[in-house]
Every structure is written in structure tokens, then in C-alpha cells.
């Protein structure tokens, strides 16, 4: 296999666009705050929802908590995105739709048999931004509607009822913790952690930073427990004068070999790829008389605007690849036959 390909072989593997799940994750970083500021208050309002499964909605209407952002806490709970309720939308009808002609969800809460008729679902469309419950979205103070009771019950009681694998909600589960409050508080707050562990302290427009962590963990599985892949590492070598070594988005390492791995992802034309061009050939000599490897992650549109400067690039590097889940396999491959 050729790994130190091209401009036009890379080109061709690459996505152009950042992905979607990125977009997402960036933009659910940026209301992790909000989330934070209001979880006492999110807490507070389904410990006091034990009477019934429905009881929720008197007290979200009682408390004027908005349940764009109630919907929001249980979206994050639940892992329940952007995708996934898109996917919810598209096959709505052919799951829930009854003998009736009606759209039901039948599902169980304190050993009781419950049906939900939906008074709003299906609607065309549905996503974060319909819903009001992306970044932009949740500015805005929702009151609560028939749709959002109609997802409140879904992501509430979805892993109970008759159809959780098919729709997806095996882990719409908080409902049936509801008016257990120290249960209820231990759940959430375990779960907030997580999330904070995930985005790990990354702020909004951080794209590069979440491709980075990406890569890392993609690395990390394929590769397994014999290597070290650190983000933002540092290579120590003889004849680069700068304290700590050089430094690299990524750096695997097995024994005493070791490989450098920059990411270069930019939809927009800027400076950055002509400056990492610049540094190609220098880098690359230095790591090679130190028996060292070197590898590139590119993609994006604007740097492929760049073409001079990402020809460079594959020139001085080992191992070339795009930003795509099949692109790891192909640079996982390469460090597992080098490092070997």
C-alpha cells in the first residue's frame, strides 16, 4: 500500500467538510455551561414529578422552567442528539403509528403499564434546530408545547416501552428514577461528569481540538495497550535546540521508536497550512537522522485551495491520510507495520 501519498490520492479519500458529529459535539460544548448553571433546577423539577409519569408537565409549566432547555438535560442524559432524533423523525410513523390510526407508545413506569398518545409527532423535519434546542435555540425561552411533551415522554420513559430498540431509546431511561431524589441527584451528576470528561474542558469553535482528541482515541482502540499515543506530545531529538522537543498534535510510541503526527483541518483558506508547509522538509530530516517517522492528517476545502502547499506537505511526509474513520484504519495500519 502506498502511504506517502499525493495531492490528487489524498484529495480523493477526503471528506472536504467537517463531519457532522463534530459540528455537533462543538456545538453541545457550548451550552454545557447553561446546562451546568441549571442542573439544581433540572433536579429539582423531576424529584418533585412522582405521582405519575405525567406529572412532569405540571411542574415544568408550574416552575416556568423552559422546556426547550428541559428538553435539552435530557438530551444530554440520554446521549440523544442532533442524529438520532433526525432518525426518530424519518421513521416516526412506521413505529409508532397504532391500529387506530393513532401514534402511541406503550411503556411501563413504577411496574405500571402506561400509553402515550403523541399530540404533535410526526412533524417534518424534526431536529435540534426545530425543537430550539441547539446553541442558537436555547437563547430563547420555550414554553412547554404538545411537541415537547411529546419528546419529554419519549426521552423519559423510551427504554421501557415496547419499541426502545427499534426507535433507538435504550438509554431513555431516566424516567424511571422519577421522585427518587437521591437516586435521581447521583444519576444526573454522575452523568454531567462524563459529559465534562468528554469534552474535556474544550471551549466553543474548538473543531481542531475535538479532531485531535478524535484521532487520539481512534488510535488508542485500533492500536491497542502496547502503545502510547498522546495528544500534544513532544519528540526529543538530536539537533532540534528548543527545550522539551518537538512538538506534535499526536505522538505514538512503542518501545524506543516513535512517530509524529500533525492534523491539519481547515474549511476556510488561512496561513496555518503554509506555515506547516514551510517547516516540512526541516521536520522531516531531523526525525528521519533520529530514526524517527512522520505522519499528516489533511483535509478540509481551504486547504486544498492551498495545492502548492499540501504537495509540500505529502512530499516530507511518511504517511499522508484524510480526515474519515477508513483514513485512521490506513495510518493505524502504517504505525503498527513501522513501529513494530
Not at 266 to 278: A, C, D, L, P, Y
Not at 283 to 297: F, P, Q
Request: overall charge negative; hydrophobic content about 40%; aromatic content about 10%.
Amino acid at each position: 500500500m502506498q502511504y506517502n501519498r499525493d495531492i490528487d490520492d489524498l484529495e480523493n479519500n477526503a471528506v472536504l467538510w467537517w463531519p457532522e458529529h463534530l459540528n455537533e459535539m462543538n456545538a453541545a460544548i457550548s451550552v454545557i455551561p447553561k446546562l451546568l448553571k441549571t442542573q439544581d433546577d433540572f433536579l429539582k423539577i423531576i424529584s418533585l414529578s412522582k405521582n405519575s409519569p405525567f406529572q412532569v408537565f405540571d411542574v415544568i409549566s408550574a416552575s416556568r422552567f423552559p422546556a426547550n432547555l428541559f428538553l435539552k438535560h435530557l438530551c444530554v442524559l440520554a446521549d440523544y442528539g442532533g442524529e438520532p432524533i433526525q432518525r426518530l423523525g424519518r421513521s416516526f410513523e412506521s413505529v409508532f403509528q397504532s391500529k387506530n390510526d393513532e401514534y402511541v407508545i406503550d411503556f411501563i413506569w413504577n411496574s405500571k403499564n402506561y400509553q402515550y398518545i403523541f399530540k404533535s409527532l410526526p412533524v417534518r423535519g424534526l431536529g435540534n434546530k426545530k425543537l430550539f434546542i441547539d446553541g442558537d435555540g436555547l437563547i430563547e425561552k420555550k414554553e412547554l408545547s404538545d411537541v415537547y411533551k411529546d419528546m419529554i415522554v419519549l426521552l423519559m420513559f423510551g427504554s421501557t416501552s415496547t419499541v426502545s430498540e427499534e426507535a433507538g431509546l435504550a438509554a431513555c431511561e431516566i424516567g424511571t428514577l422519577l421522585g427518587k431524589a437521591e437516586i435521581l441527584e447521583k444519576y444526573v451528576k454522575e452523568r454531567y461528569i462524563n459529559v465534562s470528561r468528554i469534552t474535556g474542558g474544550a471551549t466553543a469553535n474548538s473543531l481542531g481540538q475535538l479532531a485531535q482528541k478524535e484521532v487520539v482515541n481512534f488510535l488508542s482502540l485500533s492500536l491497542g495497550q502496547d502503545y502510547t499515543v498522546s495528544s500534544n506530545g513532544y519528540i526529543e531529538l538530536d539537533g532540534y535546540n528548543k527545550d522539551g522537543g518537538m512538538p506534535f498534535d499526536v505522538v505514538v510510541e512503542k518501545g524506543n521508536k516513535k512517530i509524529g503526527i500533525e492534523i491539519s483541518f481547515q474549511v476556510t483558506t488561512n496561513s496555518t497550512i503554509e506555515r506547516k508547509s514551510g517547516q516540512a522538509a526541516d521536520r522531516m530530516k531531523l526525525m528521519h537522522s533520529n530514526g524517527y517517522k512522520i505522519a499528516y492528517i489533511l483535509d478540509g476545502a481551504g486547504n486544498f485551495q492551498r495545492r502548492s502547499a499540501v504537495s509540500t506537505i505529502c512530499r516530507n511526509s511518511d504517511c499522508t491520510v484524510a480526515y474519515t474513520d477508513s483514513e485512521f484504519s490506513v495510518l493505524s495500519k502504517w504505525i503498527g507495520e513501522e513501529l513494530d
